[in-house]
């Protein structure tokens, strides 16, 4: 498997998985420049066990909510991607269906439908987040869990390479959690994916499928679904959910992960059930308030940079189209005419406008 991740061709592919979308930008372009040169380069340090990962680029971001995204150098973001192209089939073919966070053939979209027809299927939904996931991921437990597919150790070797240069830069993110049997050491154990990094949002599914597995099999849930670290039990007896809840935070304890209990509440679906952006109901779904706001106060902003001859016209358009396909799976027809239409108003004088006025 190792000589595999180290091919030419891997790193090659993985080149272009990393750049797809990004060639613009200058360390990618700097790669690109001498990219024969810096693939041989990443092949000799792999093939010696001589790689080192670089330091991390923090920033945070506020929408949806406030995270910090950590950025590997651009060298390092290829190997992740040579790495996950060889391991990923060992672990997909393990996931539960319902599963649909950075999955090929999966994503929001697919999850909204799967929590509608569930919620048209079954009267209540238990509706559970964990609380500061990536950062609480325990390194020790993950590589457990990663151990028991991966057989290579020179690719285990590669895994605890990433995994420690990851160590320590969400420590701020973390508030410290004690769970029973800990010991005055629990509080030194590495901990924390960077998010932004290709193997995080890989192993945060790794580090979550056997729990994904005790709810279907060990809860015997008629119907539930995960998306990272937001997951959905559905069933018509109330009483059997609050049952499972107990279950669930106990064997969640095994991971080092806790939930928020008090958001966690066995309600009618009736009620509406607010999911990766979107209240969902049997029979509709409707946008979350704070994101039309949120796309609304983006829109006004491109549109001034657009007056201001600071974008072209194919950049508003691009992030409209985009919007608009992302609300289209939502009842947000009225909200899209409202909104796209309002746009139309304040981009009438454009550019070719102001050139004839002259």
């Not at 330091?55 to 406030?66: C, D, M, N, Q």
């Not at 999850?111 to 919620?119: G, K, P, V, Y």
């Not at 064997?251 to 008090?262: Q, S, V």
Request: with cysteine; charged share 25%.
């Amino acid at each position: 498997m190792y000589t595999q991740l180290c091919s030419w061709d891997n790193l090659l592919f993985a080149f272009r998985q990393a750049a797809k979308g990004k060639r613009g930008q200058p360390n990618v372009a700097a790669f690109e420049y001498r990219l024969e040169d810096n693939l041989l380069e990443l092949q000799r340090e792999l093939r010696a066990q001589t790689y080192q990962p670089g330091a991390y680029t923090s920033f945070y971001i506020h929408e949806p909510k406030r995270r910090l995204i950590s950025a590997a150098p651009f060298r390092d973001r290829v190997v992740h991607h040579a790495l996950c192209n060889v391991i990923e089939p060992l672990f997909e073919r393990s996931f539960i269906d319902d599963s649909y966070a950075n999955r090929v053939g999966k994503g929001t979209h697919r999850a909204l439908d799967r929590c509608q027809e569930f919620a048209r299927r079954y009267r209540y939904v238990l509706q559970c987040d964990l609380k500061q996931f990536f950062p609480s991921i325990d390194h020790a437990i993950l590589r457990e869990i990663l151990a028991r597919t991966i057989a290579d150790v020179q690719v285990l070797w590669l895994v605890d390479q990433i995994l420690a240069s990851g160590v320590g830069v969400l420590s701020d993110e973390y508030a410290m959690v004690w769970f029973p049997g800990d010991d005055l050491f629990a509080f030194n154990r590495p901990r924390g994916l960077p998010i932004g990094n290709l193997t995080s949002q890989f192993w945060a599914n790794c580090y979550l499928s056997p729990f994904d597995h005790f709810v279907q099999r060990e809860l015997r849930c008629p119907a539930y679904l995960r998306y990272v670290d937001d997951f959905l039990l559905f069933a018509d007896d109330k009483r059997a959910l609050w049952q499972s809840k107990r279950a669930l935070v106990a064997r969640l304890a095994r991971f080092r992960l806790t939930i928020h209990a008090g958001a966690a509440q066995a309600r009618p679906v009736t009620h509406g059930i607010p999911f990766l952006g979107f209240c969902v109901f049997p029979e509709r779904r409707r946008l979350k308030r704070r994101q039309g706001i949120a796309y609304a106060r983006r829109l006004r902003a491109l549109v001034r940079q657009y007056r201001a001859h600071g974008i072209p016209l194919a950049q508003v358009t691009a992030s409209v189209q985009g919007w608009v396909n992302h609300a289209r799976y939502g009842n947000t027809r009225g909200l899209r005419a409202v909104l796209l239409g309002w746009t139309s108003l304040q981009t009438c004088p454009t550019r070719a406008t102001k050139g004839a006025q002259r």
